[in-house]
């Protein structure tokens, strides 16, 4: 059935087919074009339709790129009035918003509405490909990538591409060296806050990552994933060239490279090269002439570990024969 359309009576501030009254002349107008779906406003560089001008000149921007509200205080340029209003906060540091369940305040109510999905663990954003939610449109878009493959953020100094764009802006910094993370109880800076966290435990000596099995407690996440594979005997890396498998991919690495022949370390002192860094810095000390590993029963002290342990078996008493290292 077609739609009649809604007409105003001259000099009526009242919509003619809802029960809404407007405190301007022209409101009730695109009230009613809303309610008949009319758009007579296209774009003329896209498909879309718009009810008012008024949209139609803000749609616009999108192609034009035209930015007409100009912040006062910064540099700053908006396509529309209500984002330049937004921007305008950030300066005044006015937070009118606060959340009912701490003391978090905001300065849009949209920010206070996401905030509150932290205590409500609510997550309206579902895949439409597997079962996950997320609490935030830009975590399912991120998410949505898994499944699509898209890499849409790509450097521009080598043909890397990234799913998500805070990967390329860490990944970044490879180039130019930068590492705006410094530890406030040494020297040493990083690249990205992980790391930091990382390495502040090192001071601090926390080890918040505890093995369900055994005592065992470690700082960092994945080397509890490693130490588990102990228990459960789990070698999920194996080689392609033949039938061993590893229960980390370091090992498997450097198990490749009895394959392809790689020595990738080498000696800065002679030409000689090691497949791996540990062998080469059981090497440097063959010109340093260090010898970390020490008995505690005659004092003496050997440049590797194993030396020292066929050492100690001979105050054990027991026999053994000395293998080449």
């Known amino acids: 059935m077609k739609e009649?359309?809604?007409?105003?009576?001259?000099?009526?501030?009242?919509?003619?087919?809802?029960?809404?009254?407007?405190?301007q002349n022209n409101t009730p107008i695109k009230n009613q074009m809303l309610y008949s779906e009319?758009?007579?406003?296209?774009?003329?560089?896209?498909?879309k339709s718009f009810s008012?001008?008024?949209?139609?000149?803000?749609?616009?921007?999108?192609?034009?790129?035209?930015?007409?509200?100009?912040?006062?205080q910064c540099d700053k340029a908006f396509s529309q009035k209500g984002d330049l209003i937004q921007h305008q906060a950030t300066h005044t540091r006015e937070k009118l918003y606060q959340c009912s369940?701490?003391?978090?305040t905001f300065s849009h109510n949209s920010n206070l509405i996401k905030h509150q999905r932290v205590h409500s663990g609510e997550k309206p954003h579902q895949c439409s490909l597997c079962d996950k939610a997320f609490a935030y449109r830009t975590g399912l878009m991120n998410h949505q990538r898994i499944h699509t493959g898209e890499k849409p953020y790509k450097c521009s100094q080598c043909d890397k591409t990234f799913s998500q764009n805070i990967s390329l802006i860490l990944h970044q910094r490879v180039h130019t060296g930068?590492?705006?993370?410094?530890?406030?109880?040494?020297?040493?800076?990083?690249?990205?806050?992980?790391s930091l966290i990382t390495h502040q435990r090192i001071h601090?000596?926390?080890?918040?990552?505890?093995?369900?099995?055994?005592?065992?407690?470690?700082?960092?996440?994945?080397?509890?994933?490693?130490?588990?594979?102990?228990?459960?005997?789990?070698?999920?890396?194996?080689?392609?060239?033949c039938a061993k498998a590893f229960s980390q991919s370091t090992c498997l690495l450097l198990h490749q490279r009895v394959h392809t022949g790689e020595k990738p370390y080498q000696c800065s002192q002679c030409n000689k090269s090691f497949s791996s860094n540990s062998n080469l810095r059981k090497h440097q000390r063959t010109h340093s002439g260090e010898k970390p590993y020490q008995c505690t029963l005659c004092y003496k002290a050997f440049s590797r570990n194993t030396i020292l342990i066929n050492h100690q078996r001979r105050h054990w008493g027991e026999t053994i024969s000395m293998q080449p290292i």
């Open 4 to 23: 009649e359309p809604i007409y105003l009576e001259e000099g009526n501030d009242q919509c003619s087919q809802y029960d809404q009254v407007f405190p």
């Open 38 to 47: 009319k758009r007579p406003y296209q774009c003329s560089h896209c498909d």
């Open 52 to 72: 008012t001008n008024s949209d139609l000149i803000t749609h616009t921007t999108a192609h034009t790129g035209q930015k007409p509200y100009l912040c006062s």
């Open 101 to 104: 369940q701490c003391d978090k």
């Open 178 to 194: 930068e590492k705006p993370y410094q530890c406030s109880q040494c020297d040493k800076t990083f690249s990205q806050n992980s």
């Open 204 to 241: 601090t000596m926390e080890k918040p990552y505890q093995c369900s099995q055994c005592d065992k407690a470690f700082p960092q996440n994945i080397h509890l994933i490693n130490h588990q594979r102990i228990h459960t005997g789990e070698k999920p890396y194996k080689c392609s060239q």
